[in-house]
């Protein structure tokens, strides 16, 4: 019974890279290694709507916008999407520039990016906003094959009982975490 060996070179050049064979860092589990590629979330919106759907939009943005974010320099919480003409915007997304940004620009935190979708997306959005309660929320910044995207739900506003139901479940959830924890010692 043969063994398939890698060749030396190969295999040097994953080990001097500390890289492994799938472009991933070798001691980084696969679990950790998927959410390296998340930029940021907003767990507010989670908490304040009901999230219906789903949809994934890339970002128009800037060189010094792309550097800030991979040094993970951004805040999603108090953004939201508008429809403009039959375009959507982010308004509200803070991008910091970083110390080293370049003199010859003038980096505006909050400046409001252009998100990129399919008409047709786009099209069923507006039909579903204007249905009474609906908003666009960004959930989440991350990274597919080198851009970067943008996940926007669409949402409905938790009531305060809804809120008050989620913290209680959350909290429910934590002691029986605890218990579980105490009765394996």
């Not at 930029?39 to 709507?49: E, L, R, S, V």
């Not at 916008?65 to 939201?80: A, C, H, I, M, N």
């Amino acid at each position: 019974m043969a063994t398939k060996e890698a060749s030396p070179s190969k295999k040097s050049d994953a080990v001097s890279s500390g890289k492994s064979r799938n472009n991933r860092p070798a001691n980084v589990s696969p679990k950790a290694a998927a959410a390296a590629v998340r930029i940021a979330d907003n767990k507010k919106a989670m908490f304040n709507y009901h999230i219906e759907e789903r949809f994934e939009a890339g970002m128009v943005l800037e060189g010094w916008e792309v550097k800030s974010l991979r040094e993970g320099k951004v805040q999603l919480t108090d953004g939201y999407v508008v429809i403009r003409n039959g375009e959507l915007f982010i308004i509200g997304c803070q991008i910091n520039p970083l110390g080293t940004a370049s003199t010859h620009i003038r980096p505006d935190s909050v400046r409001t990016k252009k998100l990129l979708m399919h008409k047709d997306e786009i099209r069923r959005l507006i039909g579903k906003i204007e249905q009474k309660g609906y908003t666009l929320v960004p959930l989440n910044l991350h990274w597919k094959a080198g851009k970067v995207k943008c996940d926007v739900g669409l949402a409905k506003g938790k009531g305060e009982h809804d809120k008050r139901d989620t913290i209680k479940d959350r909290e429910g959830k934590r002691e029986v975490e605890r218990a579980m924890k105490n009765n394996r010692r």
